[in-house]
Structures are given as structure tokens and as C-alpha cells.
């Protein structure tokens, strides 16, 4: 890949030690082959992910993360046969797209997850993002680092979507909106005249929400310590808004807000104690949905006499077990009919102010920022 007429310039955010910050930089990009597109990024989400690979969890240095991200279609390699240059496209998860779990319609749990997503895969025929230097950048983060002006995607992640909605803010469809609206959905299963209580009422929490009143759950009840989320919960359909800190006992509140319990429960925080009322909130025969990331060492809060006298089933729930290319388009149809509000979730950043969106993320303050270009 020495031919420079194979690259194209961009820009993009680098990650080049753990802790950050990213450095937005000129980088040289190799045009798409085989099964991959070259995207001209629109707009770009920040997930807690983006925070926990910048932090340390293990991915290859230096680096561009990203991975919610969405634009237009500038080239395609000679194997893609659904996009061409000037569609429109989402960018989700990667998959290997051949395992069995891909084959059966559930990619989020294909075999080849980790190294796919998490840094470890590999561009066409050596393709490369170089630096200014000239030296190699690890990209293909979750099939996209899309922290730049352009992301090399592929096929299988690519989602095409209409023109009729605000391209610059449907890349967290890609990943953070899909899990928590997955998981209300696809996971639990939700439906008219049952009932949810989700713990945290962040940007997952918040579109399992909309995912439950999407499809018709009855009783929402969101549980969330702060105040102005918890209004905002209110504002998109819970029926309640319970603050964890101000109920004397917090699970006989979600039991009287639900009529006597939960039919499903969902983990946003990864945290034994919280996981342990959503155990006791919910109904014997229900589930309890859990997408928060725990600690390493962080124990089931319950005994398996717990679990079997209620028969709570405990359900762990990647990327809202979602096939992108079929979820995706099914959320923008719920949104062209007025039901999925996503938009209300989205605080737009500049490109430039990175650092800032990633800081918003980590303290809270903004539910779910879009780096808009
Ligand atoms: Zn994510
Ligand atoms: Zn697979």
C-alpha cells in the first residue's frame, strides 16, 4: 500500500495512551476493497465504550475509536453489492456474518465479537489509516473508527437508511439507542400490558424506554437519581420516576408503582446492589435484562435458591441482541410515526470539542452527545 494515489486525507481523533486525550489530526486513509465502503462521516455519538478503550481496556495503540457513527457512502470495494457512493448509511457492530449465531440472525452474539469490534480487526488486503508520520493507526474499531471526517466501514455493518430524517444524528441508532431499545424489545420481549422498571436513566436506560412504549408496555417506571433525567424519563412516556435515594425501600415503591412487581427488569449500571432490587422488584416467571459492564470480579447479587424459588430468569444482553440491518430501520419507523423519540436524548458537539463530549459523557451531563461535522 505505497501507492498514494490509493489513500485519501482525513481527519481524525487519535487515542495514543491510555487515560487520552484524543488529538485530532490529518491522517491518510486507503480506499475501500472487497467487502468494505469508505463513509464521509455526518455526525458521530460518544458510548460509554468509547470511554472504557480510552481507560484501558484492551485495545491496540495507537488508535481512532468511534463507533456510532453515520454519513454518506464516497467509495465501495469491488464485493459490495447493496451500497454505492452517495447513499446514506447508519454504522453498527461488526460480525463475521458466517458463524452460526450471525446465521441464525443474532450477529451480537457471533462468535468473532471481541476481535471484530475491540481493535483487533484487520483492513482488505493490508489496507491502512496512517498519521502524519506515516505510521500505522490501528482502525476498524467496532468495523468503523468513525472519530474522523471518514471511517472505512463494511458491508455487513453499514446500514442504509432514508433521506427523510437528520443523517448527522443516527449513529447511536449504530450502538447505544439499539442496546437499550434491544434489550426492551428483542431481549426481554416486551409487550402491551407488561410492565418494565429500568435502573438508570441514561442513554441506554432512556431508549429502553422508548423501545417499551414503542411497542405498547404498559407501566414504565424509571429509576434514576437525577432529577432532571428523571423528568425527561416522564416527559417520554414512564409512568413513574422513582429516585433511588429518597425511597425509604426502594423495591416495595417499584412494586407499588408496577401493581405488586415488575413482569421485566433491566440493569443499565452493572452493579450487584442494583441488580439485586431488580431481582426482588420483578414477578416470579420474569426476566431481569442486564447491559450495564460490571467490574471484573463484581458477584451475581442472589443465591440460586433466589433465583429458582421466583424463577427470575437473569439475562445478560450485548448490542440489545439486535441484527442491525433489520432493527435499525425497524426504530426509524417507530420514530416516522411519532413513537421513538430518540432525538430527545441528543446533545450535539463541533468535531473540535471531542475531549469536551467525552468529559459530558463521563460526568453525566449530557445523556447522549453527537460529534455533528
Ligand atoms: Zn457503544
Ligand atoms: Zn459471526
Known sequence: MNDTQDFISAQ???LRQVGGPLAVEPVRISMPKGDEVLIRIAGVGVCHTDLVCR???????PIVLGHEGSGTVE?????VRTLKPGDRVVLSFNSCGHCGNCHDGHPSNCLQMLPLNFGGAQRVDGGQVLDGAGHPVQSMFFGQSSFGTHAVAREINAVKVGDDLPLELLG?????????????INS????????LAIFGGGGVGLSALLGARAVGADRVVVIEPNAARRALALELGASHALDPHAEGDLVAAIKAATGGGATHSLDTTGLPPVIGSAIACTLPGGTVGMVGLPAPDAPVPATLLDLLSKSV????????????????PRLLDFHRAGKFPFDRLITR??????????????KGEAIKPVLVF
Do not use: K
Open 12 to 14: 481524525a481523533a487519535v
Open 55 to 61: 481507560d484501558g481496556f484492551p485495545v491496540p495503540l
Open 75 to 79: 467509495a465501495v470495494g469491488e464485493q
Open 172 to 184: 447511536p441508532l449504530g450502538c447505544g439507542i439499539q442496546t437499550g431499545a434491544g434489550a426492551a
Open 188 to 195: 426481554l420481549g416486551i409487550g402491551p400490558g407488561q410492565s
Open 313 to 328: 430468569t437473569l439475562r445478560p444482553i450485548t448490542e440489545g441482541d439486535a441484527d442491525p440491518q433489520r432493527f435499525i
Open 349 to 362: 458537539y463541533r468535531f473540535d470539542q471531542i475531549n469536551e463530549a467525552l468529559h459530558a459523557t463521563e
